[in-house]
Every structure is written in C-alpha cells, then in structure tokens.
C-alpha cells in the first residue's frame, strides 16, 4: 500500500537559518513525490516535485527537496528561511493503486519561522 | 475565472439536510478531484474523476457521491448532511490522471454541519 509520513507536526526554524521539512514515503514503483504548501484559508499551492533524474529538485519560492531513493525520503529544505514561509506543507505520492494514479497526501507539518 | 472555482465559501447546514459543493475549473484539465481536509489527518481523497463522464471512489467516499457531465464542472454532494461531515473540502484538478501532473487546487468550502 502506497503512505506519505510526515513525522513532525510543527518545525520551528528562526529567520535567516535554513529548514528542513521531513517526508518519507512508500510506493510499489517508481515513485512521483510532490510538495505543497497551504497558507491560512487558501487551497494548496504547488512546490516541486520529482519525477526522475536529478535527486536534487529546486522549486518555487527558493524552495528544493532531495530524493533518496534508499532512504525512501523527500526531504523540502530551503538555505535561509523567510517569515513569510510560515505555512502549512503537505507531502504528496502518486502511485498506482487497483489501476488508478491516486495521490497520497501526508498529514502535513506546520512550519513557523520565528522573527 | 482563472484557475479553479468553488461555491459556496462557507455553509452551515442542518444534519438531514442535501448540500451540493460546487467546483469549476477553466484549465480543460482531464482529471477532477475532491477532498477533505481535518486537522490531523491532511487531505483524504473522496471521489475522483478521470475524464468527463467517468468517475471512482476515494479513500472517504460514504455519504458522498458526484458527478462529471462535462470537462468543466464536478459538484459534490451530501445526500443527507450529518455532523462528521464537517470539514473543509478542497477541489482539484491535474492535466492527466495518468502522468506526473501537479495538481491545481481551489479556495475550498468550509461546510459546518449541525
């Protein structure tokens, strides 16, 4: 069965130093991993995602993941955190399920960069 | 419209009571989406559509049931509302079903059910 975990619930990170975001993931097949981020009352946004190649995505906002396939992870990073980035980011799998590409979202992780 | 529409904002609905979400999107995406999103639990599938006139259940698809009668529209409905149906639900929609394509997503109707 296809899963997204995203073990952490809030990420704290201040202003200026860099984030991590965790996700791990579990898919039969090639997986396609996909970020998201949500802001208060809005609908979901699109980051990035990885769908093969180079393990090292970059997306919007300055945003980047890395694949690692043995690790099975899809870890959201970005160098140097802005307030602004405070949101909430959901990981997402899409994979075959009983014939049908579905996505798999993770619960999310809520990231609050601090002032 | 640029994107993806949905109606209304916000309800609060009397338990018993048929509620239908409406969504529309203008991208001519193949592939349609509904979600709802509860704390603690993210985003759960509950019908999708892969092109007009076919749809499939989700992973919540009790209690719910929709429709694709054409590209643009994919309205959700709650035959008869009860109070575990309160939640925010989020339409989307993605070019392909079968490809790599992000999905694009609307404002989202919070609905309260009393």
């Known amino acids: 069965a296809q899963s997204v975990a995203q073990p952490e619930d809030q990420v704290n990170v201040a202003e200026g130093n860099p984030l991590t975001v965790k996700c791990t993931y579990s898919v039969s097949g090639n997986p396609y991993l996909f970020w998201y981020v949500q802001y208060p009352n809005r609908g979901l946004q699109f980051l990035l995602k990885y769908i093969t190649g180079d393990n090292l995505v970059k997306g919007s906002y300055g945003f980047e993941a890395e694949f690692n396939k043995s690790q099975t992870s899809f870890h959201l990073k970005k160098p140097s955190a802005l307030v602004s980035d405070s949101a909430l980011y959901f990981c997402a799998v899409r994979g075959l399920t009983s014939g049908t590409y579905k996505y798999i979202f993770g619960t999310g992780t809520r990231l609050k960069v601090l002032a | 419209i640029a994107g993806i529409t949905q109606a209304p904002t916000s309800q609060i609905l009397a338990a018993g009571r048929r509620m239908t979400l409406r969504c529309t999107q203008d991208?001519?995406?193949?592939?349609m989406y509904w979600y709802r999103q509860d704390l603690g639990l993210g985003l759960r599938l509950i019908h999708y559509s892969n092109t007009a006139g076919t749809t499939g259940k989700g992973e919540v698809p009790d209690g719910y049931s929709v429709s694709r009668a054409n590209t643009d529209d994919f309205p959700l409905t709650l035959a008869s509302a009860v109070p575990s149906q309160t939640s925010v639900y989020f339409c989307?929609?993605?070019?392909?079903?079968?490809?790599?394509?992000?999905?694009?997503f609307g404002p989202g109707t919070r609905l309260t059910v009393l």
């Open positions: 989307a929609s993605s070019e392909q079903p079968t490809s790599a394509h992000e999905q694009f």
């Open positions: 991208m001519r995406h193949n592939a």
